[in-house]
Every structure is written in C-alpha cells, then in structure tokens.
C-alpha cells in the first residue's frame, strides 16, 4: 500500500516518460517520444521525438507508414535525428505535413543526407505509387529542411525548456549520432544505430557516459560478425569465383556507408594486385551523391582513411570503375561481356536498380549476389537468402538460380558482444537502472536483453510498440 500524507499521494520522483511509438518488435519505423511530467511551475512542459523512420518489410507492413501518427505532430516541440538512413527519417516530412511546427535537430552531415535520401525516397513512391498516394510531396520536404538546425558532435546544447542534449559519434554512418538528454540528473541515451567499428573509413563508436536508461539498437543482438580478415579473404574468394566462371557479381547495397565502404575495399583490393581489375559498376543516383558528400566531409574520417587519402589515393575509385548516372547507363550494363560486379540500391532489394538487375541476372548459374546487410523480413532480399527459388518482381516472376552469399561482417552495425559492451561501458558511474531494448527481429532483441542482464545485472526490457515507461 502506498504511504498517504494527510490524505494525499506523495508526488511521484519520476521526471519523464518514454513512449514506444515504432522500432519495437521490427529493426524499421524507428519513433520514440520523450516527454517531462512532474515538472516545476516555471517549467515548460516538452515532447521530443527521436527519429521519425520509415516501416520497411513488405506491403503489409508498409501500408502502416499511411495510418495518422498516434499523437498529434502539433503537440511535439523537438525532433532529434539520430542518422539518415530511411528507417529513422523516413516519415518526417509526413510529420510536418500533418501538423508538427517544432524544431528538428541533427549533425550537419546527417541534414546534407536526409535530403538527398527523402527526395530519393519520394522519386520511388512518385514510380511505384503516384503522386497523390505518396507519403509526401516535394514542397514538405523543402518545410522539413527548411526547420532542420545542426549540432556537431561534442557541443551540449541547453534548451530554455530545461533539458540539454550532447551528441556523440555512433561510428554507424557519416554523420550518425548518439543523443543524449539530460533533465533534471537524469540522462537518457538514444543511441540509434551504432556502428561496426572499427570501420575502414569513419572514426570509432564513442561510449556514453553516466547513463541513466539507455535505449538500444539490436538488429545483431543475436549474434556476432566475422573478424575483418576473415571478411577480406571471403570478399576476394567470391570476386574470383565470379571471374573464373565469368559471370556477374550483384552487389545490393545501401547507398550510405555500405557502398563507400564496399568501394574502399575494392580499391585496396584492386590497387594493391590482390584480386584482377573488371568492370565496376556502381548503378546508383543516390550512391554516387551520398558519395561526393562523404569526400566533402573527410574531418569525420578515421586516422588511417585521411592518410591515404592525404598520399594521394582517392579511395573510392580506382580502374575500370564506372558510375552510372542516367538510366540508359544503366540498361546499357547489361551490353558490358562478364565478369563484372553491379553494385546497385536498394540493400534490401526493395526498391531501386538493383531490381532490374536482379530481374536480368537471378536466373543464370554464372550469377552471384552478394548481401552484405540486414535483411528485413518481408523483403526480396531476405526471400533470396532464405533460398526461396522464385521470386517476383516487378510482377514477374524469377527463378533463383545463382549462387547466394552473405558477408555480415560489412554490416554497419554492432554486433552482440559489442553491444553488451557499450552498455557495460556506458555504465561507468553504475547508475544505469534500464535498458530499452530496440530496432531487432524479436529474437535478436530479447536475446540482446536476456545476455544483458545475465552478463551485466542491469534490468533490461523489449518494449511493445505503444507501451510507456515512467523514468
């Protein structure tokens, strides 16, 4: 029973609550609220959303991205982004457009990316739909930007509201970020996505400090990735493969990191004689602009990726490597005798260029196709690897006849013991009293929450989606 004073209930100590509103029970659709209760008299009551992601994995699940937001896009006051990838931006311009006239935050970098990625995203809705059943419009992408303010890493930023929030590098991406809010001694860290490090390209994952709850990503919760050599060897041994049976390796990639550091690789690769130059194709708009942004930000870069760039060595090129930005480059691939590598979006196979090629190559034993990511459920790409032997696309339906590899070790994202590191890590002071366990298949994300709290001994939970928690 609790303890009455004069007849009344003791005000709660609790200072926030946290609600699951996407990214629970799906590594998609990341969206959660943040918002004060309790708060003194000259306070301002504040909801923050971190992320506004899109719902990948199939037509089923897609058709969630059109339901109305289960709260009012007026009532936020502040978005923070954790990184551009499109499930953890991807319904933002829907947020403005049904209403949300707060602030949105990220890194400059991530900003840069967001709006190439949503325009790109639109020009696919605009293909696969039509303009009056797309998400949004070019005019609510060009409102999003147009709010969208920058923090860089490092810098805390105090809010008149009474809350502060500091970003770290996640190492996931250029530009990707861990938020951390602080209100009233309490610290909340989002930490997105966080990254496979170390990564040949960007700098290490940063560790929390002081945390009090933690909300985690767990898309590899359930297991480990290969050692980078071990990695190495098998990305040379399938590019032989594929020139001594002379046929084609496909290669589908996430535009941002994926394929930057897919290029790096086959540049030193290349460069240093370990494997025969081909053809290279990178088939992607978006890529190739994800790219040029990348070289524009190389103070982001690990030590080692600056001093080779410093020696001179462009490291995402190198001989007979083609981008190919208009669509006739791209049907004119297929004119180009094999072996050659096609290195094409979407990562997931659910969307982009990389369908035509899938469509012009899946059914030749020559063929290779390469995955090098999370595959979500309900995607081509996760039917291809679990070795289904027809697919559709495009409303055609193809056999599955070439060889299918996986290298999981190119992911971007931390794997288990990683994960269960940071958190160990991120509870330095030992004041960490929960673990939110997000953005993972269920099975990946309540093993990541079981080996928490049999390997650390701190409380860690797998939310349902709508479920919230007073902190």
């Known amino acids: 029973m609790e303890l009455l004073i004069q007849g009344r209930k003791p005000m709660s100590d609790k200072k926030l609550k946290i609600i699951f509103y996407g990214g629970t029970g799906t590594v998609t659709g990341a969206n959660f609220l943040l918002e004060n209760i309790n708060q003194d008299k000259n306070e301002k009551k504040f909801k923050i959303l971190i992320d506004c992601g899109l719902i990948q994995g199939g037509e089923e699940k897609e058709k969630l991205n059109k339901l109305p937001f289960k709260y009012g896009p007026e009532s936020i006051d502040f978005l923070f982004i954790t990184h551009a990838h499109l499930d953890h931006i991807g319904r933002i311009p829907k947020l403005v457009k ?7 935050f990220s890194t400059p970098a991530t900003k840069d990316l967001s709006g190439l990625i949503l325009e790109d995203a639109l020009k696919i809705m605009s293909y696969e739909l039509n303009l009056k059943e797309a998400l949004y419009s070019t005019d609510d992408i060009r409102e999003t930007m147009s709010v969208w303010e920058t923090i860089d890493y490092g810098t805390r930023e105090d809010f008149k509201e009474g809350f502060s929030v500091f970003l770290k590098d996640s190492g996931h991406i250029l530009g990707s970020s861990i938020v951390e809010i602080e209100y009233k001694e309490e610290r909340v860290v989002f930490t997105g996505d966080l990254g496979n490090s170390p990564s040949p390209i960007l700098k290490d994952t940063e560790f929390s400090n002081d945390a009090d709850y933690i ?14 050599e071990i990695r190495t060897e098998e990305f040379k041994r399938i590019i032989k493969r594929t020139i001594q049976k002379k046929g084609t390796l496909l290669i589908p990639a996430f535009s941002v990191e994926k394929t930057q550091i897919i290029l790096s690789e086959l540049n030193s690769l290349i460069e240093s004689g370990q494997i025969d130059s081909v053809p290279v194709f990178l088939d992607s708009p978006l890529a190739i602009k994800a790219t040029e942004i990348y070289k524009k930000n190389t103070q982001y870069f690990n030590k080692e990726a600056k001093e080779k760039i410093n020696s001179g060595d462009d490291i995402f090129n190198f001989s007979k490597l083609k981008f190919t930005k208009r669509i006739e480059e791209s049907e004119n691939i297929k004119n180009t005798p094999n072996p050659k590598i096609i290195i094409a979006g979407a990562g997931m196979s659910v969307g982009g260029r990389i369908l035509s090629h899938e469509l012009e190559y899946l059914s030749d034993k020559r063929t290779t196709i390469l995955f090098t990511g999370f595959q979500v459920a309900g995607t081509v790409g996760r039917q291809i690897l ?7 696309i495009f409303d055609k339906e193809i056999e599955v006849r070439a060889d299918i590899e996986q290298i ?20 330095n002071n030992n004041k960490l009293k929960k673990v939110f366990v997000v953005m993972g298949e269920m099975s990946a994300g309540l093993f990541l929450v079981q080996k928490i709290r049999d390997n650390l001994g701190i409380d860690a939970i797998y939310p349902e989606e709508g479920e919230s928690f007073e902190i």
Do not use: Q
């Not at 070790?409 to 991120?426: A, G, I, Q, R, W």
């Open 98 to 104: 049904e209403g949300f006239r707060g602030r949105i």
């Open 215 to 228: 909300v985690i990503e767990s898309v590899y919760g359930d297991r480990n990735h290969e050692d980078r």
């Open 386 to 392: 679990d070795g289904v032997k027809k697919v559709k």
């Open 408 to 427: 999981l070790s190119y992911s971007s994202h931390m794997d288990s013991d990683h994960l269960v590191e940071f958190v160990e890590k991120s509870n």
